[in-house]
Structure formats: C-alpha cells, structure tokens
C-alpha cells in the first residue's frame, strides 16, 4: 500500500510539473561591431644630441635611447666611454654605434667603453640605450668621447 502511494505521489508531482509554463527560448543578444584593431603606439624617436670629440656629454637616460652625433676630425679610433652609478637604480646601459651594440658585463657593470674606427669628416650617431628590462630608470651617466 506505501508503494502504491508513494508511486501515485510521484505521479502527482510528475504532473504537477508538466502543467508548469513553457520557459522562454532567450536569444544571444548580438554583439555591437568590433572597434579596428590599431597598432600599439611606436616608441618615441630618439632625442639627438650634437657633440665634439673630447667633449664630455652629461644626460639622464629615463627609459628612450639616447643619440649623440659625432664628426671625427681626423682618421683613427673614436673612443667612447659611458660611465654611470649602477648602483643608483640597479640599472644596466648599453651603447651602440652602427649596427653595433655593446653591452655592459660584469662585475662592475660601469663603465663600458667602444672603439670605433673614424674616418675625417664622417659623422657617427652613438646612441645610449636600456642594458636590461628595468623600470627603475632616471639615471644620470657621462659620456666621454675621445680620438685615437
């Protein structure tokens, strides 16, 4: 008898739902037209200094590369040094001239020195740039250039 009631309480429950209102059917609402995908912005241009062989150049390097236009007098070797506290921010610098980069290297980081053959009257962009992947830029360096 309690299988008999439990079977037609199922029943009623059962039907109880099928008498229940449909659910409506929801649409996706259709997503507004994609804005144009633009480029990332390019990296400022390079600010270019002018300077003379012998000259000491002073600058902060805050994270953009650095250029500095040299004309060599004479033929020889241009000498170039950039020297900076490595330990003022923990940050590394590079410079490059050409398609040439020169890399600090340890242990003592600064400073780093190129040498580069000059012809009279040729002008040679040296450019300071970041050494590394640091944030923590705002450091002041010197730039020595010399004619061997």
Same mark, same amino acid.
């Given at each position: 008898?309690?299988?008999?009631?439990?079977?037609?309480?199922?029943?009623?429950?059962?039907?109880?739902?099928?008498?229940?209102?449909?659910?409506?059917?929801?649409?996706?609402?259709?997503?507004?037209?994609?804005?144009?995908?633009?480029?990332?912005?390019?990296?400022?241009?390079?600010?270019?200094?002018?300077?003379?062989?012998?000259?000491?150049?002073?600058?902060?390097?805050?994270?953009?590369? %650095?250029?500095?236009? $040299? @004309?060599?007098?004479?033929?020889?070797? !241009?000498? =170039?040094?950039?020297?900076?506290?490595? #330990?003022?921010?923990?940050?590394?610098?590079?410079?490059?001239?050409?398609?040439?980069?020169?890399?600090?290297?340890?242990?003592?980081?600064?400073?780093?020195? %190129?040498?580069?053959? $000059? @012809?009279?009257?040729?002008?040679?962009? !040296?450019? =300071?740039?970041?050494?590394?992947?640091? #944030?923590?830029?705002?450091?002041?360096?010197?730039?020595?250039?010399?004619?061997?």
């Amino acid at each position: 008898m309690f299988r008999i009631a439990l079977v037609l309480s199922a029943a009623a429950v059962l039907a109880a739902c099928d008498r229940t209102p449909e659910t409506p059917i929801l649409r996706p609402t259709p997503l507004p037209p994609a804005a144009p995908v633009s480029a990332p912005p390019a990296p400022p241009a390079p600010l270019i200094h002018t300077m003379t062989i012998g000259e000491d150049a002073k600058g902060t390097f805050t994270g953009n590369a %650095l250029g500095y236009d $040299v @004309t060599s007098p004479a033929d020889g070797w !241009l000498v =170039v040094t950039l020297t900076w506290d490595v #330990w003022y921010n923990g940050s590394l610098l590079t410079m490059s001239i050409g398609s040439s980069e020169y890399k600090p290297t340890s242990p003592g980081w600064s400073p780093l020195q %190129l040498r580069w053959p $000059v @012809t009279a009257g040729q002008t040679y962009r !040296l450019f =300071v740039g970041p050494g590394g992947t640091d #944030w923590w830029y705002n450091d002041p360096f010197v730039l020595t250039t010399r004619l061997e």
